[in-house]
T-cell receptor, first 114, second 118 residues
Framework: EAQVTQNPRYLITVTGKKLTVTCSQN?????MSWYRQDPGLGLRQIYY???????DKGDVPEGYKVSRKEKRNFPLILESPSPNQTSLYFC?????????????FGAGSRLTVL | AQKITQTQPGMFVQEKEAVTLDCTYD???????LFWYKQPSSGEMIFLIY??????QNATEGRYSLNFQKARKSANLVISASQLGDSAMYFC???????????????FGAGTRLAVHP
């Protein structure tokens, strides 16, 4: 089944404890991206990657890092989480062929930082 | 800057009735695309429908249709014959960047929570 897999789905952590949210897709998509969802704000892009070793900042990149060493994986790293990073996080991917418009989202990772 | 506005934080509709969820957008690009996603209480994002700015016909997918009014910059979602399973959060989004090269991101509205009553 074609899908984007995120782990963990739920996480409670404390301020300053480094964590990584993994994202993997099995559709051979070039493009991958991370969004965060907050009430009243919709989804906002954190980082995106157009291909292996190519990453760029989105609208809210502060406090996050990403890497794209392999085509299928795009982990999101919070080096020193803070309470304002409590949010619902989505990884998404799509191909770059024309007509490949639709972003496929993972199931989401709900993060709470105490 | 590109922006999506969804002015209805919450809506309710009776089962089997039709409902329209509003979405207005702001862009200076000539080429753009508009999406609607559904987010049920389980949290996943489900793609519903897409409309390209050059598409002459309004997009339809089953019970979903997109009422695209380019001059008014609106892209309202119409759900016909509502079902209890349609209760969810609905997001309107717009792609930024050209279609041929692939876009860089979607810009989302704040969402509309729809409740379908029996």
């Amino acid at each position: 089944e074609a899908q984007v897999t995120q782990n963990p789905r739920y996480l409670i952590t404390v301020t300053g404890k480094k964590l990584t949210v993994t994202c993997s897709q099995n559709m051979n998509h070039e493009y991958m991206s991370w969004y965060r969802q907050d009430p009243g704000l919709g989804l906002r892009q954190i980082y995106y990657s157009m291909n292996v070793e190519v990453t760029d900042k989105g609208d809210v990149p502060e406090g996050y890092k990403v890497s794209r060493k392999e085509k299928r994986n795009f982990p999101l790293i919070l080096e020193s989480p803070s309470p304002n990073q409590t949010s619902l996080y989505f990884c998404a991917s799509k191909g770059l062929n024309s007509g490949a418009n639709v972003l496929t989202f993972g199931a989401g990772s709900r993060l709470t930082v105490l | 800057a590109q922006k999506i506005t969804q002015t209805q934080p919450g809506m309710f509709v009776q089962e089997k009735e039709a409902v329209t969820l509003d979405c207005t957008y702001d862009t200076s690009d000539q080429s753009y695309g508009l999406f609607w996603y559904k987010q049920p209480s389980s949290g996943e994002m489900i793609f519903l429908i897409y409309q390209g700015s050059y598409d002459e016909q309004n997009a339809t997918e089953g019970r979903y249709s997109l009422n695209f009014q380019k001059a008014r910059k609106s892209a309202n979602l119409v759900i016909s014959a509502s079902q209890l399973g349609d209760s969810a959060m609905y997001f309107c989004a717009m792609r930024e960047g050209s279609l041929s090269g692939g876009y860089n991101k979607l810009i989302f509205g704040a969402g509309t929570r729809l409740a379908v009553h029996p």
